[in-house]
């Protein structure tokens, strides 16, 4: 990938040396109006100001603490006790926090961030009476929920912010006002604090009916709770509510898309204003509703439009469309009218395909790689070019000549994962084990959490019936990023189910196939229940499997090994 060559250290150096330059002139300042009457043989503040803003700099945050406490002991500006108090409760040391909150607070007694911190360092010791204390007083200060919520989010791992979070919602001005309603919600949402979401759920419709952001909470509560027949009607509600604004709009769109509304979804975004986003929306919705009679009014009403004033995002859209509706020569015109442009690079890209889903497959391939030659900064583009030909390559069964596309690539891009990742799989496919594990492994030297290689591996291992152990490792690891990821429950179920480990195969496998029904899936699932002998369900899955393709190689071969008929 081609990279702008960096400018010289020296501009970098200048920048820094007028940063720190600046910074000491500021705390010159500040100790200019601060005591003046230090002893000769006590802490020079200046000094250790300085050395401690250099200190946090830097990033010790340590040093910095300690030098700003050193300041702390002869100063009399608040602003110096409050630094020093606060890098004290970064590095959880209450004591000294303790002693400069003191301090602080006697300097500036009616000070917010104050009784703040001492909220901080009250959840940090686990000092109920004192947090308590330090909320009444914030909640009875103009805008103190703010404080209360920050100081609850910095300090998630007390046992005490969950009981305070139970007790916010129903507590003036919290209730009374939508905005803190929802940010505390949003700290429950972080905590998983399922009951308290819950709790604002109702209240905020109970006491701002006429707020649409109140019903859209609401809605996404009920939908994470599985109520999705309730969530539909809070949405429906919001829709009705005359601050609906834009954005409101979008997020109400954007909520009956997740409640598979798509349609519906469409239709909320159609009456709202339409730039290039919102168009791009709706496309997508409707293509993903299957609503071609959508898509060919939408394609007509921007067809119709001036050619001038079309942005390239729009004509960029203009051929999705026409693809969508399978007009390919349409789609073709309007990606070559594209002005040269980031929309006009990726567009080489869709008429590659657009070429060999016409039966042009060498033109498809000319044009991707034409684009390999380009001299650009884009190296995304690039790559993409690469795993394109390759994938091309692999649907005409040309393996031999995919690995060569995936080995160019790589020859360019060296130690890429995605062209790694896709040059294992086709030699996987072609039965190269050692070459296919060479790869894999080499993504997961430079990432160990890439959960694609992971679960890749370890399916490899698995369907080979080797090292069964290590194979359950890889996917267990796959599993921990991804953890609601099909195929890499398919591939526990399956790495269970070699080990000879059927029942705790099975519901791995069950949710996988509730998730994503496959017919590779089906075909696991299916060979699961048959071996505990549910041979029924066995085949009522297996012919769902057939419904979703009929010449799925790895379900036939299943079906073949029992004795089915396809």
């Not at 380009?374 to 069964?397: F, P, S, V």
């Not at 992971?454 to 991804?482: C, S």
């Not at 229940?529 to 085949?539: F, I, N, P, S």
């Amino acid at each position: 990938m081609k990279h702008r060559r960096p400018r010289g250290r020296q501009r970098g150096l200048a920048r820094a040396v007028a940063r720190h330059l600046s910074l000491a002139l500021v705390y010159l300042s500040a100790l200019v109006l601060a005591d003046r009457a230090v002893a000769e043989d006590a802490v020079d503040p200046m000094e250790s100001l300085l050395r401690g803003e250099f200190a946090l700099q830097e990033g010790r945050t340590a040093d910095a603490a300690d030098l700003y406490a050193e300041a702390a002991l002869t100063s009399t500006d608040p602003r110096v006790l409050e630094r020093a108090a606060k890098l004290a409760l970064l590095r959880k040391d209450g004591e000294r926090a303790a002693r400069l909150l003191q301090r602080w607070r006697e300097l500036e007694p009616d000070s917010r961030e104050a009784v703040q911190l001492a909220l901080s360092l009250a959840l940090q010791a686990g000092d109920a009476a004192a947090a308590e204390a330090a909320v009444d007083a914030l909640l009875a200060s103009e805008e103190g929920w703010k404080r209360v919520v920050q100081a609850l989010a910095g300090e998630p791992g007390s046992l005490l912010v969950p009981v305070l979070l139970q007790r916010l919602p129903d507590r003036e001005p919290i209730a009374a006002q939508l905005d803190a309603l929802l940010a505390v919600g949003s700290l429950a949402d972080r905590l998983a604090l399922e009951g308290v979401r819950r709790r604002i759920a109702e209240l905020a419709v109970e006491r701002h009916p006429e707020r649409a952001r109140a019903w859209l909470w609401r809605a996404d509560v009920l939908r994470r709770s599985g109520e999705a027949e309730a969530a539909k009607e809070a949405v429906r509600q919001a829709l009705t509510r005359t601050d609906l604004d834009q954005e409101l709009r979008s997020v109400a769109a954007g909520m009956l898309a997740r409640l598979g509304e798509n349609q519906a979804a469409a239709a909320v975004l159609a009456e709202g204003t339409q730039d290039d986003a919102t168009l791009a929306a709706r496309a997508a919705l409707l293509s993903r509703a299957e609503d071609r009679e959508g898509l060919a009014a939408l394609y007509a009403d921007l067809a119709a439009g001036e050619a001038g004033t079309r942005s390239p995002a729009r004509i960029f859209l203009l051929g999705q469309l026409a693809e969508w509706l399978e007009r390919p020569d349409e789609a073709l015109t309007w990606y070559r009218s594209l002005p040269e442009g980031s929309e006009a690079d990726q567009a080489q890209l869709r008429i590659a395909i657009v070429l060999d889903q016409q039966g042009r497959h060498e033109a498809a391939v000319g044009t991707l790689r034409k684009l390999q030659e380009r001299d650009t900064e884009d190296g995304r583009l690039l790559i993409d070019a690469y795993l394109l030909e390759a994938q091309l390559l692999e649907r005409h069964r040309n393996q031999e000549q995919a690995i060569e596309t995936y080995t160019r690539g790589l020859s360019v891009f060296e130690d890429e994962p995605a062209l790694l990742y896709g040059r294992a799989l086709a030699l996987e496919r072609l039965k190269r084990f050692d070459a296919a594990e060479a790869d894999l492994r080499l993504i997961l030297m430079q990432d160990p959490s890439h959960a694609d290689a992971l679960n890749a591996l370890g399916y490899m291992l698995a369907e080979r019936g080797v090292r069964l152990a290590e194979a359950e490792e890889l996917i267990r690891k796959a599993l921990e990023h991804r953890p609601e990821q099909p195929a890499i429950l398919d591939s526990l179920g399956w790495v269970l189910f070699r080990q000879g480990k059927a029942e705790e195969a099975l519901p791995p496998l069950r949710r996988a196939f509730e998730l994503q029904p496959d017919p590779e899936v089906a075909a696991h699932l299916g060979e699961v229940l048959w071996a505990l002998g549910q041979k029924d369900e066995a085949r009522g899955i297996w012919r769902r499997g057939l419904e979703l393709d009929r010449d799925h190689e790895v379900l036939r071969g299943t079906l073949e090994r029992h004795g089915e008929r396809p």
